[in-house]
């Protein structure tokens, strides 16, 4: 991913983003999102399964992250590296999209179904661009599969996360896809780790059978890998790439004793990374933090992960989203019957609002730490 044309002159802003990505490889250290996404795509190319991505921007990525195609600094001509990874019937397409979310995506839609054999993905440049393509997944996407027997393995990356940037770039509408949850029509994940990323793509292409993706993508925790320290970081290792599988749920990493636990928060994306710094900020010991990274469909990993705490224990389900949006509708019916109704469920959200967020940035900031401060009352 580092070859490029003789005399191919890579923007000098670029070029060490691809260097310290090939660095980081060659030492062993951490890595970021944009790399296990990048490495996702160059295996399957090198397996021979098509990938092709759409969407506003996708070629560079709107957060700066995926670099897919690079121009000539002086001529302006384009080089995609993972062309030459190409091996028998695979190509790498990559296409800037107009926002004409609803054609575009419609379009993505059917060339899934044309070409079962390729990684098919659709991107929107933040989560709430979907508004303008909600009937194509309404009417097709979550439904096509019941209505028709037609399968399709599309992915859609929506960036969804609470950041302080207001209503229409904070939501991608989890609540919606997960209101249309049912008889394993679609699979939605909200990851944690550029590890997780890489399997979930992998495994579109790689199973026998075909059902739609969509990933509650981040924004920040694509960006934060190279300026933080600490372990409470969203990296992964070559090892994890190499060795690993996806999981649907992510142990606490402080592997408390089951005995000490007074409470248990799950949660899902980019809140765990706020929740697991203030515990360890705050020397909090007995409250255990569990990930669930694929919210539907839901099996019994969560189970069986909370098998050794004592019955009775408090679950809190934490979400950055205000209640009536987000998971908490959804997984408040699912896991009382999923645990057995062995555990008191509550849950600690932003109070409900008709707004998917606040507009103003320290409102955010005074919400966010609100949240933090009642997950460990």
């Given at each position: 991913?580092?070859?490029?044309?003789?005399?191919?002159?890579?923007?000098?802003?670029?070029?060490?983003?691809?260097?310290?990505?090939?660095?980081?490889?060659?030492?062993?250290?951490?890595?970021?999102?944009?790399?296990?996404?990048s490495l996702a795509?160059?295996?399957?190319?090198?397996?021979?399964?098509?990938?092709?991505?759409?969407?506003?921007?996708?070629?560079?990525?709107?957060?700066?992250?995926?670099?897919?195609?690079?121009?000539?600094?002086?001529?302006?001509?384009?080089?995609?590296?993972?062309?030459?990874?190409?091996?028998?019937?695979?190509?790498?397409?990559?296409?800037?999209?107009?926002?004409?979310?609803?054609?575009?995506?419609?379009?993505?839609?059917?060339?899934?179904?044309?070409?079962?054999?390729?990684?098919?993905?659709?991107?929107?440049?933040?989560?709430?661009?979907?508004?303008?393509?909600?009937?194509?997944?309404?009417?097709?996407?979550?439904?096509?599969?019941?209505?028709?027997?037609?399968?399709?393995?599309?992915?859609?990356?929506?960036?969804?996360?609470?950041?302080?940037?207001?209503?229409?770039?904070?939501?991608?509408?989890?609540?919606?896809?997960?209101?249309?949850?049912?008889?394993?029509?679609?699979?939605?994940?909200?990851?944690?780790?550029?590890?997780?990323?890489?399997?979930?793509?992998?495994?579109?292409?790689?199973?026998?059978?075909?059902?739609?993706?969509?990933?509650?993508?981040?924004?920040?925790?694509?960006?934060?890998?190279?300026?933080?320290?600490?372990?409470?970081?969203?990296?992964?290792?070559?090892?994890?790439?190499?060795?690993?599988?996806?999981?649907?749920?992510?142990g606490d990493t402080m592997?408390?004793?089951?005995?000490?636990?007074?409470?248990?928060?799950?949660?899902?994306?980019?809140?765990?990374?706020?929740?697991?710094?203030?515990?360890?900020?705050?020397?909090?010991?007995?409250?255990?933090?569990?990930?669930?990274?694929?919210?539907?469909?839901?099996?019994?990993?969560?189970?069986?992960?909370?098998?050794?705490?004592?019955?009775?224990?408090?679950?809190?389900?934490?979400?950055?989203?205000?209640?009536?949006?987000?998971?908490?509708?959804?997984?408040?019916?699912?896991?009382?019957?999923?645990?057995?109704?062995?555990?008191?469920?509550?849950?600690?959200?932003?109070?409900?609002?008709?707004?998917?967020?606040?507009?103003?940035?320290?409102?955010?900031?005074?919400?966010?730490?609100?949240?933090?401060?009642?997950?460990?009352?």
């Amino acid at each position: 991913l580092l070859a490029f044309p003789p005399g191919f002159k890579v923007h000098h802003k670029v070029l060490p983003t691809l260097k310290q990505r090939h660095d980081k490889l060659v030492i062993g250290d951490p890595f970021d999102w944009g790399t296990a996404e990048s490495l996702a795509y160059a295996t399957l190319l090198d397996e021979g399964y098509p990938v092709r991505l759409s969407g506003q921007d996708v070629r560079r990525g709107t957060f700066s992250h995926r670099h897919a195609v690079l121009y000539d600094a002086d001529t302006g001509d384009a080089f995609a590296p993972h062309g030459p990874l190409c091996r028998g019937r695979a190509r790498f397409d990559v296409f800037n999209s107009p926002l004409s979310e609803s054609g575009v995506l419609g379009f993505e839609f059917g060339y899934s179904l044309d070409y079962p054999d390729a990684l098919v993905i659709w991107e929107a440049q933040f989560g709430d661009f979907l508004n303008s393509a909600q009937v194509i997944v309404d009417q097709f996407l979550t439904s096509s599969e019941d209505k028709w027997h037609r399968l399709s393995g599309l992915v859609l990356l929506l960036p969804h996360g609470y950041e302080g940037q207001g209503p229409e770039h904070s939501s991608a509408r989890l609540e919606r896809f997960l209101q249309n949850c049912a008889e394993d029509n679609i699979q939605v994940c909200n990851l944690t780790t550029p590890a997780q990323l890489f399997h979930a793509l992998r495994r579109q292409v790689l199973r026998p059978w075909r059902k739609p993706l969509v990933i509650m993508s981040p924004k920040s925790l694509l960006r934060v890998a190279a300026t933080s320290k600490g372990p409470h970081r969203p990296v992964s290792t070559i090892d994890d790439l190499t060795s690993g599988q996806f999981q649907r749920v992510l142990g606490d990493t402080m592997k408390l004793d089951p005995a000490t636990i007074r409470k248990v928060i799950v949660c899902s994306g980019k809140i765990y990374y706020d929740l697991a710094t203030a515990r360890e900020a705050r020397g909090i010991s007995d409250v255990a933090i569990v990930r669930l990274e694929q919210l539907y469909p839901v099996g019994p990993e969560l189970r069986s992960e909370l098998a050794p705490i004592k019955s009775g224990t408090p679950i809190v389900w934490v979400q950055e989203e205000p209640q009536n949006f987000g998971s908490w509708y959804f997984i408040n019916a699912k896991l009382s019957e999923l645990l057995e109704d062995r555990f008191p469920i509550s849950c600690v959200a932003r109070a409900s609002s008709s707004s998917p967020a606040t507009g103003s940035k320290a409102a955010h900031t005074i919400e966010q730490n609100q949240i933090l401060d009642q997950a460990f009352a």
